[in-house]
């Protein structure tokens, strides 16, 4: 599927996350009960198998085509609009490098009430469909996108992530998986985390590894003016804080001033709230280039796609210190870090500062910070380091 295919916000974004444009946002179609991550979904068992040049996923996650020999099989679990649009990006980005590769796509599965069971029924269907993609393609390489879709593979490879069970997965909701998952890293070929503080969360011993981030680009600017005063994404009103955007927002607003709230169908009713709900992927980025501030404040981040693409559409971004391996974070604060805070009681503060007194360069210096995140950058590392490390 390309990031232009229907996708709606995500609900974490965290492991398979990704949440975003979650990259920010998830196929509400698939979108997992509200206590599970972005890695739970809804089927049968199976698998799709497609070579291609070009990586159109279908939006039900599948892929077909020709069976041929390939350099690289993906194995994509695929449960969310945000992680079918990355393995499609990483598939290009191959392909570019010279690779030919193969795409085989889990089917969502059954919905299961657990955490524990919706990640078994998941790596279920995705070692079926690396079984069927091994028998297809007879690839030289094997790339697994997610641990849960390496956490029952018939054979190892490497392994694409953002987040670990170790900590998306605790107490009983991860019993049979954090155990595995130990045991995947360490087997892995190579690693190939989404951000250094994915790898830094990874328990060690593990493989080595090649950081491999999600491309952000700006979108198309339509030259619409700055009228909204902030936006927040709010996915996973619980795991992204909306509770607490929304208490330093009724602390901070002036008269005329609206906080827009996307991604969530929860319902706001104040002065100087407007939610829209769920979005098609070019309404939030056009909502993103009307907005002076992006308000963030969740509970863990692991990886925080949404925030790095309101950098790349010029907002001015304000939130608190997170756990995870929030990549957006090191970023806001050296842009300014008056607007990143330890507490949510600061937030009022900051978005005060955002608004009245912002830096008059940040976006320009927004835009060099953003540079590693780029299509151009990530060829290279893709090419020069990811390619030829892949077995």
């Known amino acids: 599927m390309s990031r232009q295919a229907r996708r709606k916000v995500d609900a974490d974004h965290g492991r398979h996350e990704a949440e975003p444009g979650e990259h920010a946002l998830l196929d509400a179609r698939r979108q997992p009960p509200a206590e599970t991550d972005a890695d739970s979904g809804a089927g049968q068992h199976g698998a799709d198998v497609d070579q291609r040049a070009r990586h159109a996923m279908r939006e039900d996650g599948r ?3 020709s069976t041929s020999r390939a350099d690289v099989l993906i194995v994509s679990l695929g449960s969310t609009a945000g992680l079918r649009a990355a393995d499609a990006e990483l598939a290009d980005a191959l392909h570019r490098a010279g690779a030919s ?3 085989a ?9 657990t955490l524990a069971l919706t990640d078994l029924v998941w790596a279920r269907a995705a070692r079926a469909a690396a079984v069927a993609g091994i028998a297809a393609h007879e690839p030289r390489a094997l790339l697994y996108s997610t ?3 390496a956490l029952l593979w018939p054979r190892p490879g490497a392994i694409r992530f953002d987040a670990l069970a170790a900590a998306n997965r605790p107490g009983r909701h991860g019993v049979w998986q954090r155990p595995l998952e130990r045991r995947r890293l360490r087997a892995a070929t190579l690693l190939v985390p989404w951000d250094e503080g994915s790898l830094a ?7 080595a590894a090649v950081v491999v981030p999600i491309a952000v680009a700006p979108s198309p600017d339509a030259g619409a003016a700055r009228d909204i005063a902030a936006l927040t994404y709010a996915a996973n009103p619980h795991k992204k804080g909306l509770d607490r955007v929304l208490a330093a927002w009724a602390a901070a607003r002036h008269d005329g001033e609206e906080l827009v709230v996307a991604g969530s169908n929860v319902r706001v009713d104040a002065p100087g709230l407007r939610s829209v709900g769920l979005l098609e992927p070019a309404a939030y980025r056009a909502l993103l280039r009307r907005a002076r501030v992006f308000v963030a404040a969740p509970r863990r981040e692991d990886y925080g796609i949404a925030q790095l693409e309101a950098l790349a559409d010029g907002c001015v971004l304000v939130t608190t210190t997170s756990p995870g391996p929030y990549a957006a974070l090191p970023l806001a604060r050296a842009l300014d870090p008056r607007l990143v805070v330890e507490r949510a009681d600061d937030l009022p503060g900051a978005l005060r500062a955002a608004l009245d007194e912002p830096a008059a360069d940040y976006g320009q210096r927004a835009a060099q910070a953003l ?3 780029s ?6 590392v893709v090419r020069e380091e990811l390619l030829p490390r892949l077995r």
């Open 63 to 65: 892929v077909g085509g």
């Open 101 to 103: 590769v193969a795409v």
């Open 105 to 113: 796509a889990a089917r969502a599965p059954r919905e299961v009430r």
């Open 147 to 149: 641990l849960t879709a």
């Open 201 to 207: 969360e990874s328990p060690r011993p593990h493989a």
């Open 371 to 373: 540079a590693p995140f």
């Open 375 to 380: 299509a151009a950058t990530i060829d290279v």
